[in-house]
C-alpha cells in the first residue's frame, strides 16, 4: 500500500499520521491497517528505538514520509533513511495551512503533513524540499556556526566591557581600539574591580576557543575546491568560506544562478496584483547564519574592491536614494553571483594579493 506519512518532531517526542496515498480508494483492509498506525505512533519517542519501531510496522508498505524542517529534522532524516525509508523534508515558510493555522497541535500538525505529503505524491507542488547534508558536512557546518556564536558572544562581552567602564567611571590612560588588548587587559585587571575582572575573564576564554575553532577549520578544509575557490574572492574569510562550502556540498545541484541566489533567501518575495507590482521583503529562506555572514563579507568587500561588480551595485543603489542596508542586501545576493561564477568556472577570483589580504583581514576582524 502506498502511505503519505506525516511526521511532527519535537526533542523528545513525535507524532505521526498516516493517509492513504495509491489509486483508487481505500480498501478496508488498508483502512484497519491506517487506523492501527494512527492510534499506535500519535505519540512516540524521538529516539532510535522509536524509528525502529515504527519502520517495522511499516515494513511491507511503500511509506513517504514528511517533516517540517527543525533542528531535529536532520537527525530524524538520517535515522529514517538508515531504516530504509522515503523522507522529505520541507521548508517550513512553504507550509501556510501549518504556519498559519490557528488549531497548533500535534496531532493537527501531522494530519496536515500527511495531506502535504499526498498531494505531492499526486503531481501537487505546495513546498519546497530541503537538501539534507551527510552528518559529516553537519559537524562541518556546526563548527562554523559555533565559531559564529562565538563571535556574538564576544561582541557583546566587549560592549558590556565598555558600558561597566562608562557607567562607573573607570578611567584608562588611553581609548584603546580593542579594548581586549593585552595593555588594556592589564589597566583594567588594576582596577580589582569583580564584575570587570568576570567579564573579562569570559571575553578572553571566548576568544582563545574562536581562535581554536577557526584554526581547526582551516585545517579541515585546506585541500577543499569549492572552500578554496570561495577563499579567493576578497572579503570572505575563512569562516564564511567554510560556512557557505558546507550548505552548499555540491554546486551541481543547482541548474541556473537564480536558483543558486534563491536558496538563501537573499532575493525579493514576487507579489503581483492587476498593474500593481509592489517592492517586497526578501523570501528569507534557507540560512539566516549565511546571509548575515554574506552581508559581512559584501560590506569587507566594498570597503576593499573599488573595481568590483559588488561594489559598483551597491554604490549604484545608495546613489539612487536606496537604504544603505537594503542596498547592503542587493550587494549580498552580487557577492553570490560572484560565488557561482567562481565555482562554475573553477577559476579562482583575480585580485591582488594584498588587496585579498586586507579585505579578508577586515572580515575576520573581531568587531568591538
Known sequence: ????????????????????AGMGETRERHEKFLDSFNKEFWKFPA???????????????????????????????????????NVTVAQAVDLYRITRSVKKTDR???????????????????????????????????????????RIYLKEARQRIRAHLLLHGISLSKEYDDILSVKAVR????????????????????????????????????GNRM???????PGVGIV?????????????????VTQFTASFGVVPGKRDSADHSPDCPTTHRGDEVARVMLKR??????????????????????????????????????LLTVIWSVLKKNAPYTVDPELLKRARETEDAEED
Open 1 to 20: 500500500m502506498k502511505t503519505a506519512i506525516g511526521m511532527d518532531v519535537h526533542a523528545k517526542f513525535c507524532s505521526a499520521y498516516a493517509v492513504y
Open 297 to 334: 563579507c559584501a560590506f569587507s568587500h566594498i570597503q576593499n574592491v573599488e573595481d568590483s561588480v559588488v561594489t559598483e551595485m551597491y554604490r549604484r543603489l545608495v546613489k539612487r536614494g536606496k537604504v544603505k542596508n537594503e542596498a547592503l542586501t542587493a550587494a549580498s545576493r552580487k
Open 108 to 150: 493537527n500538525d501531522s494530519i496536515e503533513l500527511a495531506a502535504y505529503m499526498r498531494r505531492r505524491l499526486n503531481g501537487e507542488n505546495e513546498f519546497a524540499a530541503c537538501f539534507i547534508p551527510s552528518p559529516e558536512w553537519m559537524t562541518k557546518r556546526e563548527m562554523c556556526r559555533g565559531v559564529y556564536n562565538e
Open 240 to 256: 564564511p568560506a567554510a560556512y557557505l562550502t558546507s550548505l552548499i556540498v555540491d554546486i551541481g545541484r543547482f541548474g541556473k
Open 47 to 85: 529516539d532510535g528505538d522509536g524509528m525502529k519501531k515504527m519502520a517495522a510496522f511499516l515494513s511491507k508498505h511503500e511509506c513517504h514520509v514528511l517533516i517540517e524542517n527543525s533542528t531535529k529534522s536532520h537527525e530524524i532524516y538520517w535515522m529514517l533513511k538508515g531504516l530504509g525509508m
Open 227 to 233: 572552500y578554496e575557490l570561495i577563499l579567493s574572492i
Open 187 to 222: 589597566e583594567m585587571q588594576e582596577h580589582k574591580d569583580p564584575y570587570l575582572l568576570m567579564q573579562i575573564k569570559f571575553a578572553l576564554d571566548a576568544k582563545s576557543r574562536v581562535r581554536f575553532v577557526e584554526k581547526a577549520i582551516a585545517q579541515m578544509f585546506s
